[in-house]
C-alpha cells in the first residue's frame, strides 16, 4: 500500500504554521513540522493524532546549514520523499534603519531568506528525480511594498520572493511547481491581536482560508500553474 503524500511546512506557528498542518492533515497528508522549538507542533501534532492523523514535529534551526541538511535527511529516511515543502518562517523587525544593527539585519536575513534557500535546495532533490513536488514560499506585502522602517525584513521577503522566482524557472522544468504567495494583509492570530490593539478580525486574513489557497496551489495542473498569489482581505488597501 502506498503511503499518502508528505507535506513538510518549515516555520510552525500558532497562526499559519498550524492552520497549513492541519489543512494538509485533513486532506490526507502526512505532515512533517520545523519549528525552533517544538512545544506548538508538539501540541497539535497530539491534537491531531486524535484524529487519526499523521505528523511529526522535529526541531530545527532553518538558518543553519547543518541542521537543516541533516533534518531534511532524517525526514527522507523515516518518512520518504516531502511532496510539499511550505516554507513559512521568518524574522520580523520593523526599526527606524539608522537604528539597525548589523546582526539583527542578518538574523532577520537568515531567518526569512537564507532558510528559504537552505529548507528548498535540500527538499528540491528528490522532488527532481520524481519529477513532480510543490514548494510554497509565504511572502509578504513587504515583498513588494516595503514600507518606511522595513528596511531589514523588506529587503528579506524582497530577497525571498527572487528566490522563489528563480526557482520556479529553474526546477518548473522538472516538474516541480513553486510558487511565492504574498500575505497582503495581517493575519488574525493571538501574536498580531497582542501587537495590534484594537485590531477588528473583519480587517483580517483568516489562517484556515490561506491555508485553504496554499492547498489549491498543490492541486494545480502543470499546464496551468500560478507561481504567484496576492492574497487580502477585502478591507486591505492595495
Not at 505532515?31 to 486524535?50: K, Q
Request: net charge negative; aromatic share 8%.
Amino acid at each position: 500500500m502506498t503511503d499518502p503524500s508528505l507535506a513538510v511546512v518549515a516555520g510552525l506557528g500558532p497562526g499559519l504554521g498550524a492552520a497549513l498542518c492541519r489543512r494538509f492533515a485533513r486532506e490526507g497528508y502526512r505532515v512533517v513540522g520545523l519549528a525552533r522549538h517544538t512545544e506548538v507542533g508538539a501540541g497539535l501534532a497530539e491534537a491531531l493524532a486524535g484524529d487519526g492523523a499523521r505528523m511529526a514535529a522535529l526541531a530545527c534551526d532553518v538558518t543553519d546549514p547543518d541542521q537543516v541538511r541533516d533534518t531534511f535527511a532524517r525526514i527522507e529516511d523515516e518518512h520518504g520523499r516531502p511532496d510539499v515543502l511550505v516554507y513559512n518562517a521568518s524574522a520580523f523587525l520593523m526599526k527606524p534603519f539608522i537604528e539597525t544593527g548589523a546582526e539583527e539585519f542578518l538574523a532577520t536575513w537568515a531567518a526569512t531568506c537564507f532558510g528559504g534557500f537552505l529548507c528548498a535546495r535540500d527538499a528540491a532533490p528528490a522532488m527532481v528525480r520524481a519529477g513532480r513536488g510543490t514548494i510554497i514560499f509565504t511572502g509578504a506585502t513587504a515583498s513588494v511594498r516595503p514600507a518606511a522602517r522595513f528596511a531589514a525584513f523588506g529587503s528579506a521577503k524582497s530577497g525571498l520572493r527572487g528566490l522563489a522566482q528563480a526557482l520556479a524557472r529553474e526546477l518548473g522544468p522538472w516538474g516541480v511547481h513553486v510558487a511565492h504567495v504574498v500575505i497582503d494583509g495581517v493575519i488574525w492570530t493571538p501574536r498580531t491581536r497582542e501587537l495590534i490593539p484594537g485590531l477588528e478580525e473583519r480587517a483580517c486574513l483568516q489562517p484556515e482560508a490561506v491555508a485553504e489557497a496554499y492547498l489549491q496551489l498543490i492541486r494545480q495542473d502543470r499546464s496551468a500553474w500560478t507561481h504567484e498569489l496576492d492574497l487580502r482581505p477585502d478591507r486591505e488597501p492595495f
